[in-house]
């Protein structure tokens, strides 16, 4: 039993110097499915808003900084609070040249009632068939997964938030932007 035990520690020990030797690296896949990499272009995008012209495209804000989050509903607990921080935390943003963009499966006029209801100064984007999520690995059946993403001014993306706790997320993503543009 024990030279068993012995023989699995050494073999997965040799699989994963083999892994690092040869510098192979799995593609990253979330509960939501295949997450873009880090350092290439954010996946592109155009979703129907309750704000402005109606329509909101990543490209709208180049030369600016993109917090964009992914939420599953309007008016739940989490997704609330999450907002609320969000909000309440927006001059920083903007001090920072920073947009925030919020995306959920939910339809412009949830939106537009959750934006009228909390206050909210920031887009909400309606991906109703979860195409902008499937392609951020943030999509569950039929919803958005609580995922963020920092974009660069230049469309690159930066920073990926899986572990998403909505009290404490907006000053987490600030902090984490903070150091991105420092460097």
Avoid at 61 to 90: H, M, N
Wanted: glycine residues 6%.
């Amino acid at each position: 039993m024990t030279s068993r035990r012995h023989f699995n520690t050494i073999f997965l020990a040799i699989c994963l110097a083999l892994i690092t030797w040869f510098n192979f690296i799995p593609n990253v896949w979330a509960l939501g499915g295949k997450l873009p990499e880090l350092y290439q272009p954010a996946p592109e995008f155009t979703l129907p808003t309750n704000t402005g012209d109606g329509e909101i495209s990543l490209s709208d804000y180049r030369g600016e900084w993109v917090v964009l989050y992914f939420y599953p509903k309007d008016f739940t607990s989490g997704c609330t609070i999450e907002a609320r921080r969000f909000q309440q935390d927006l001059p920083k943003y903007i001090s920072r040249n920073a947009q925030i963009l919020g995306v959920s499966a939910d339809d412009i006029d949830s939106h537009a009632d959750f934006c009228d209801s909390e206050g909210l100064k920031f887009p909400l984007l309606a991906d109703t068939d979860g195409t902008v999520s499937k392609a951020y690995g943030s999509w569950l059946n039929f919803f958005s997964m609580r995922h963020t993403f920092i974009i660069d001014p230049d469309g690159m993306l930066q920073e990926i938030f899986l572990g998403v706790r909505p009290p404490i997320h907006s000053q987490e993503v600030l902090a984490s932007l903070d150091e991105l543009q420092q460097s």
